[in-house]
C-alpha cells in the first residue's frame, strides 16, 4: 500500500468510513499500528474541539442593527406588519 | 438529550412558521442561529466588520429566499451553507484577483511531500473540557486563524460547520479531490499544534514504520 492510499483511507477513516468498507490492508494496519489509531482519534478531537467553542460573542449593538435590517426586509417582502406572533399565539413571556 | 431533539423539532417548527409569514417565528431562528452564522463569517474573514456584513448579509438572504428550504437537510445546515457563501462571496471581492488562488492548484493539493505525524499522544483532557476554558480557547483559535487559507476554509466548512464534500466543492469552486486533500493536511497541521499543546508527553508515541 503507497503513502497516499494510506494517507486517503486515513482521511475516510477519521469522516466515519466503517473499518470494513476500508482496504483489508489498511484494516489490517489500523487494528496493529497503535500511533496510527492515537493519531485518527487526536483528528477526531481536534474538530470536536472546534466544533465546541463559540469563541466570537456577536456585538449587541450589531444584533440590533441586524433586527431592524431584517423587519424592514420582511415588511418589504410579505408587504405586512412585522409584529405578528408566533403560530397566531403570543409568544413573549409575561 | 431531550432537549436536543426539542431543539431540532423547534427549528424546523419555527422555519416552517416563518414560510407562513410568521416574523416572530423567524426572528427566534435568527435568535438561534446567529451565534453560529457570526462565528463562520469570522472564523472565514477574521474582522468583526466584515464578520457583521456577512452575518446580516446571510439572513437577509434567508428572508428572501425562505420558501427555497425543501427540507433536504437540516434548516441548520441549509443555512450555514448560506453563510459560507455570503462570507466567501465578501472575502473574494476583498481579495479581487488573489482569489484565484482558492481554486487554483499549487503545491498543497496533493499527497505528495504530506507531512507525517510527528508528536502522537493521546490527549490528556477531553475536548469539551478543553473548549471550556477561555485560555486554551485564545490558543485554538490562533491555531486555526494561523493555518493557510486555503486550508482553513476547507476545515471550516467541512469539519467544523460540517458540509458534505459537495457542498464544500461548491462554496470554494473547488474539485473533490482538492478539498479531500486541503482536507487532511488541515487536519494533521491542526493536529500536529495541538496534540504538541494537548497531548500527554508520558506515553507518546513514535511511529514505528515509514509508509512508503
Not at chain 1, 470494513?20 to 500511533?35: M, N, R, S, V, W
Not at chain 1, 478531537?45 to 435590517?69: C, N, V, W
Not at chain 2, 499522544?121 to 491555531?143: N, V
Not at chain 2, 497531548?199 to 507518546?204: F, K, L, R
Request: charged share 25%.
Amino acid at each position: 500500500m503507497t503513502c497516499e492510499e494510506q494517507l486517503k483511507a486515513l482521511n475516510g477513516y477519521v469522516d466515519g468510513a466503517q473499518i470494513t468498507e476500508l482496504c483489508d490492508e489498511f484494516a489490517q494496519h489500523l487494528a496493529g499500528c497503535d500511533p496510527c489509531q492515537v493519531v485518527v482519534d487526536n483528528i477526531r478531537q481536534t474538530i470536536s474541539l472546534y466544533r465546541a467553542g463559540e469563541p466570537y460573542p456577536m456585538p449587541i449593538e450589531f444584533q440590533d442593527r441586524m433586527k431592524h435590517a431584517l423587519k424592514a426586509k420582511w415588511e418589504q417582502k410579505f408587504g405586512t406588519s412585522a409584529g405578528q406572533t408566533l403560530g397566531g399565539q403570543s409568544i413573549s413571556g409575561p | 438529550m431531550e432537549r436536543q431533539l426539542l431543539q431540532k423539532t423547534t427549528d424546523l417548527d419555527l422555519l416552517r412558521l416563518a414560510k407562513a409569514g410568521d416574523f416572530s417565528a423567524f426572528q427566534q431562528l435568527v435568535e438561534v442561529l446567529q451565534p453560529r452564522v457570526y462565528g463562520l463569517a469570522f472564523r472565514i474573514l477574521r474582522q468583526a466588520q466584515d464578520a457583521e456584513d456577512g452575518t446580516q448579509q446571510a439572513f437577509l438572504a434567508l428572508v428572501e429566499h425562505i420558501e427555497d428550504f425543501r427540507e433536504e437537510s437540516s434548516v441548520a445546515t441549509w443555512v450555514m451553507k448560506i453563510a459560507s457563501n455570503h462570507a466567501l462571496k465578501i472575502l473574494r471581492k476583498k481579495r479581487g484577483l488573489s482569489v484565484v488562488s482558492m481554486s487554483e492548484m499549487s503545491s498543497g493539493d496533493s499527497y505528495h511531500d504530506m507531512p507525517h505525524p510527528e508528536f502522537i499522544a493521546p490527549w490528556s483532557e477531553p475536548p469539551d473540557k478543553i473548549a471550556q476554558r477561555a485560555e486554551t480557547q485564545a490558543e485554538i483559535d490562533k491555531a486555526l486563524l494561523e493555518l493557510d487559507e486555503k486550508y482553513r476554509l476547507v476545515f471550516i466548512l467541512r469539519d467544523v460547520e460540517g458540509l458534505s464534500v459537495r457542498e464544500t466543492t461548491e462554496a470554494l469552486e473547488l474539485t473533490e479531490s482538492n478539498v479531500k486533500v486541503r482536507l487532511l493536511r488541515a487536519r494533521l497541521a491542526l493536529r500536529e499544534r495541538l496534540t504538541k499543546r494537548f497531548g500527554d508527553a508520558a506515553p507518546a508515541m513514535v511511529p514505528d514504520h515509514k509508509h512508503s
